[in-house]
T-cell receptor, first 112, second 115 residues
Framework: GDSVTQMEGPVTLSEEAFLTINCTYT??????LFWYVQYPGEGLQLLLK?????DKGSNKGFEATYRKETTSFHLEKGSVQVSDSAVYFC???????????FGQGTTLQVKP | SAVISQKPSRDICQRGTSLTIQCQVD?????MFWYRQQPGQSLTLIAT?????????ESGFVIDKFPISRPNLTFSTLTVSNMSPEDSSIYLC????????????FGSGTRLTVV
């Protein structure tokens, strides 16, 4: 079945470091891909999305490119801040019925 | 994007009892989705709630344990029945679609602890 695999955490970085969180997927058809973020004590928020191959989603300095050839959607940010400390979830949806399949989540901790 | 109000935000319940979680959306939506996030884990879809028809449950989830109501296009409830400590989780409702600019929006969640 469809699935999402994320790199294991926790990831600990110093402020202004470069961030990559790997995400690969397995899906039949052509999924839409998402990154969600869950800040401490808060709900789940959409960070960015891409709906077709080679699309790049971007928001708040984060980027991810939909790579069909490698079935990947890696999250990157050039310079992380302490305020980026959160849990990041990669997810896919293979149809418009709304079923989101999530990866296991990656905890990011950014130290000053 | 749609605004979702979910309540209660948290509850501590005795085993063997039931809890009903409410989800109110500020606009009419065709489908509403209920997810479970067990402690330290990812989100898993419980069921999809369509107005005017029975909910569609994912593998491993049954209607007797998680009955869902969907009386209109802006409201849904999820009941966690005959609770055990294993039901301690965060339960979230969601609306949206992949094709929209906002994707899927989630409620703030209900943190349930069963003792």
């Amino acid at each position: 079945g469809d699935s999402v695999t994320q790199m294991e955490g926790p990831v600990t970085l110093s402020e202004e470091a470069f961030l990559t969180i790997n995400c690969t997927y397995t899906a039949t058809g052509y999924p839409s891909l998402f990154w969600y973020v869950q800040y401490p004590g808060e709900g789940l928020q959409l960070l960015l999305k891409a709906t077709k191959a080679d699309d790049k989603g971007s928001n708040k300095g984060f980027e991810a490119t939909y790579r069909k050839e490698t079935t990947s959607f890696h999250l990157e940010k050039g310079s992380v801040q302490v305020s980026d400390s959160a849990v990041y979830f990669c997810a896919l949806s293979t149809s418009n019925t709304g079923k989101l399949i999530f990866g296991q989540g990656t905890t990011l901790q950014v130290k000053p | 994007s749609a605004v979702i109000s979910q309540k209660p935000s948290r509850d501590i319940c005795q085993r063997g009892t039931s809890l009903t979680i409410q989800c109110q959306v500020d606009s009419q939506v065709t489908m509403m989705f209920w997810y479970r996030q067990q402690p330290g884990q990812s989100l898993t879809l419980i069921a999809t709630a369509n107005q005017g028809s029975e909910a569609t449950y994912e593998s491993g989830f049954v209607i007797d344990k998680f009955p869902i109501s969907r009386p209109n296009l802006t409201f849904s409830t999820l009941t966690v029945s005959n609770m055990s400590p294993e039901d301690s989780s965060i339960y979230l409702c969601s609306v949206g679609a992949a094709s929209t600019i906002f994707g899927y929006t989630f409620g703030s969640g209900t943190r349930l602890t069963v003792v």
